[in-house]
């Protein structure tokens, strides 16, 4: 658990490092709320929910063996930091755009936050909620039904999409919002992907499908 700790901590101070470097400028008020919000509720969320489950926190740090998307992670990585290194560059060196006013920033980052807090809510509440899409009989996975699951199947998705979609503007750039469109696209597919896995795989699923028939938007999909 401390490693989980520690590596988090590491990778949210690189983050927010990288972001202000580009920028040039620490007098950004929403983006210190922004990254300081995200690391607490990231590493409280692994460490409440590590507590729960022992194994959680290795899980999203390190899961075994049966991946079955390999695109997601690399790109993800590279439009997280290109999306930050945009905003940085955008807010506090070139101003590329008209400056996003502070009500809509303000709104934004609430939202995206809200984005946060619901992959966090599912976390909580699903304990085979690992950082890939692969089944794991050897943690005992069974289907989850209850809290956001009781509504779409795949609520850390939505969340994400959520949280995507508005990290440009809650960190005052409206260009920074372009490069996460393509890990927006991504997270469609893995949703589809780890959805047919779990309907293959996983039993019980498919009655759980029927019971919750959307993915991740009621109504459509």
């Keep these: 658990m401390r490693k989980v700790i520690t590596v988090s901590i590491i990778f949210y101070l690189l983050t927010a490092l990288?972001?202000?470097?580009?920028?040039?400028?620490?007098?950004?008020?929403?983006?210190?709320?922004?990254?300081?919000?995200?690391?607490?509720?990231?590493?409280?969320?692994?460490?409440?929910?590590?507590?729960?489950?022992?194994?959680?926190?290795?899980e999203r740090l390190r899961p075994a063996a049966g991946e079955q998307d390999r695109i997601f992670k690399p790109v993800g990585t590279i439009c997280s930091l290109t999306v930050l290194v945009i905003a940085g560059l955008d807010v506090g060196r070139f101003h590329w755009a008209p400056a996003v006013g502070w009500p809509l920033q303000f709104a934004a980052l609430l939202l995206d936050l809200l984005g946060l807090v619901l992959v966090c809510w599912s976390m909580l509440v699903n304990s085979f909620f690992s950082s890939a899409v692969r089944l794991q009989p050897d943690r005992g996975q069974t289907v989850v039904r209850t809290g956001p699951y009781a509504f779409v199947r795949h609520p850390g998705y939505v969340g994400g999409i959520v949280y995507l979609a508005l990290n440009g503007l809650a960190l005052g750039s409206w260009w920074a919002g372009i490069a996460a469109i393509p890990m927006i696209i991504l997270t469609v597919r893995r949703t589809a992907l780890e959805d047919a896995m779990l309907q293959a795989g996983l039993p019980g699923y498919a009655d759980y499908s029927e019971e919750v028939p959307y993915r991740l938007l009621p109504g459509v999909w």
């Design 18 to 58: 990288l972001y202000f470097f580009c920028a040039g400028r620490l007098d950004l008020p929403f983006a210190w709320c922004y990254f300081l919000l995200n690391a607490i509720l990231g590493i409280g969320t692994v460490i409440i929910a590590d507590s729960k489950s022992p194994g959680f926190a290795q």
